[in-house]
């Protein structure tokens, strides 16, 4: 590919046909050697970083099962068990990961480790150990991702000025060249303001995101949520319209189908509906847990069906209990009528400090279910004063 090309075609298309590339070249090695470490670690290094950058979770699995196979045919080694601990946690398998994080002495002194395994002791609610891990991190490697994942952990449960500086130094220690890296810690400084309500901000973030990283299917996923929370349905509608001819995900299906439900297309949004269901199904069927968070979410806001969002939202739970699976089991049992249990969960999740509008809002609709009328006035006062729109269109994210 020329210079001239390469111009005329948007970033994320080049990385993608240059690792495509690279991807042909690492599978004509494997076929050669069987115990090769290096190319078959690049190999499934590849094809999760593909997965992940096209958000094809079936390219992910794919990676994990290339893995599993290269650990049968004896290659090892830390990077390999590392490598198998992120492949799990990106499929939101907690148990394995921290089961391979485990299996090589020399990842008990790593600091990639470490911050990995601040990640997991998030998913499980041990806050504390997970600021601690994070922290130890940045103290020993003060790399762009171990500050995005401190500045996260403020967002969600501390401060927010702390982590849009923590945002800002992450982006300081780029260089020229990381620039989709740049485009992901500008769709979350976006997402904070998104989340409190500022639509202007969150628009100036996105679009430097958009220019920095062009033609990256998550920026403009990111947008279109944007948009529909503008209430501009019919424009937020077509750009889903667009992903899903490109990224075929159900939970944009879901979101697609819920802009139509506010549009009145009912049939329409029917369609998606249940395209998104039958993949979300069609994935734990075959082991997945990846979904079971969405499936809980659909059941509980498409259907309005608490007793089967409640099953999904237990076995959640059971993978990993946090202040967001346990705001989404209480919402689940007060679809079902079970207001009390309702109210035991989300006091969980309240109790860890999460800041979170669509929280305080569950947490005041239980409430007034249980006649707490005063209580629930007070968080849904506390709801408005963190996001103002917060009852306007957003996306269910995991």
Not at 14 to 41: N, Y
Not at 290 to 295: I, K, P, R, S
Request: net charge negative; hydrophobic share 40%.
């Amino acid at each position: 590919m020329t210079e001239a090309c390469a111009q005329q075609t948007a970033d994320f298309e080049v990385e993608l046909l240059r690792l495509d590339e690279e991807l042909d070249e690492l599978k004509r090695r494997a076929q050669g050697s069987h115990r090769d470490t290096e190319t078959a670690t690049r190999l499934v290094h590849r094809l999760f970083q593909r997965g992940s950058l096209t958000g094809d979770l079936r390219q992910v699995e794919l990676a994990e099962q290339v893995l599993n196979d290269a650990i049968r045919n004896g290659i090892g080694g830390p990077d390999v068990w590392f490598l198998k601990a992120n492949l799990a946690f990106n499929l939101h398998r907690v148990a394995d990961a921290r089961a391979a994080l485990a299996a090589h002495p020399v990842l008990q002194t790593s600091v990639q480790a470490k911050a990995l395994m601040g990640d997991l002791d998030f998913e499980q609610g041990k806050y504390d150990d997970a600021r601690r891990g994070y922290s130890i991190a940045i103290e020993e490697d003060r790399t762009w991702d171990n500050l995005a994942r401190l500045a996260h952990f403020e967002a969600r449960l501390g401060d927010d000025r702390a982590a849009e500086e923590l945002f800002v130094e992450a982006e300081d220690e780029l260089t020229a060249k990381q620039m989709r890296a740049f485009a992901w810690l500008e769709l979350q400084r976006g997402l904070l303001n998104l989340s409190r309500g500022r639509i202007e901000q969150a628009r100036a973030h996105y679009d430097r995101a958009d220019r920095a990283y062009t033609g990256y299917w998550l920026v403009r996923e990111h947008i279109a949520e944007l948009i529909g929370a503008e209430g501009d349905y019919a424009v937020a509608a077509s750009v889903y319209e667009e992903l899903l001819s490109k990224v075929p995900r159900p939970e944009l299906e879901q979101s697609l189908g819920e802009l139509y439900s506010l549009m009145g297309e009912h049939a329409k949004a029917e369609s998606c509906f249940a395209r998104a269901l039958e993949a979300y199904l069609d994935s734990v069927s075959k082991g997945g847990v990846h979904y079971c968070h969405h499936l809980v979410d659909f059941y509980a806001d498409v259907r309005e069906d608490g007793e089967e969002a409640v099953k999904w939202a237990r076995r959640d739970v059971g993978l990993r209990e946090n202040f967001s699976t346990q705001a989404t089991l209480a919402w689940a049992l007060y679809r079902g009528g079970h207001f009390e249990e309702a109210w035991a969960a989300i006091e969980k999740s309240l109790a860890s400090g999460v800041k979170d509008a669509h929280v305080f809002s569950q947490a005041a609709s239980i409430l007034l279910a249980l006649d707490r009328r005063a209580e629930g006035d007070r968080y849904l006062d506390m709801a408005v004063g963190l996001n103002p729109r917060f009852q306007s269109f957003h996306v269910h994210r995991s």
